[in-house]
Each structure stands twice: as C-alpha cells, then as structure tokens.
C-alpha cells in the first residue's frame, strides 16, 4: 500500500499561480504510473494530467482543458509529484487528488481544495 499526501491548495485570484505537491510514503517512482485528478462539486473527477514511471520514460499526458497551462512533474529524492498550475480559471476550482498505479494497485491521496475567485 502507498499513501499520498497532498498539499499546495487554497484560494487564488484568477489568473494566479499554484504549485500542488504530493508526496508518497514510498520510493515507486521507478515502476508507478502518477496522476492527478479533480472534482468539481456536482461533476464526476475528471483526469488532469498523468507522468509515466520513470522505467517507462516519464512520458507526460494533459487534459485538454490545461494544456499549456499546467505540468507535472516529479523529485524521486524526494517521493513528490508535483502539478504546477498556471493562469488559473475559475473553472479550475475543485478538489485535487493525486494517484498512484504500482503493480496493479490504486491509491488515491485525500485531496487538497483549490479555489480560483474571478
């Protein structure tokens, strides 16, 4: 099992810059596939971005609404993904989580708030 903790949300204007961390509990960087998620009140959680193990080469992949404007990526020193979050927009407002995929497992972090105010 691996647990991820989440930190980074909060609330900012639009426009604005946040960077989310996650860190994990163990060292899976090597073979785990990483993501991370959100969920809007109301709506299903949606992918937002996603970095292949690094034994598979690290290969990132973004949803349509973040292109340009989010990235993730990862310190395997320190067990942390990352997702910086760019020219945020309203519409970005939702609850965060990150994900892990290791050996066939998925874990899910508690998920941290993040607020964008127009």
């Known amino acids: 099992q691996v647990q991820l903790v989440e930190s980074g949300g909060g609330l900012v204007q639009a426009g604005g810059s946040l960077r989310l961390s996650c860190t994990a509990s163990?060292?899976?960087?090597?073979?785990?596939?990483m993501g991370w998620y959100r969920q809007a009140p109301g709506k299903q959680r949606e992918l937002v971005a996603t970095?292949?193990?690094?034994?598979?080469?690290?290969?990132?992949n973004y949803a349509d609404s973040v292109k340009g404007r989010f990235t993730i990526s990862r310190d395997s020193a320190k067990k942390t993904v990352y997702l910086q979050m760019n020219s945020l927009k309203p519409e970005d407002t939702a609850v965060y989580y990150c994900?892990?995929?290791?050996?066939?497992?998925?874990?899910w972090g508690q998920g941290t708030q993040v607020t964008v105010s127009s």
């Open positions: 970095i292949t193990s690094v034994n598979s080469g690290g290969s990132t």
């Open positions: 994900h892990s995929r290791w050996y066939g497992r998925d874990d």
């Open positions: 163990r060292s899976i960087f090597s073979t785990a596939a």
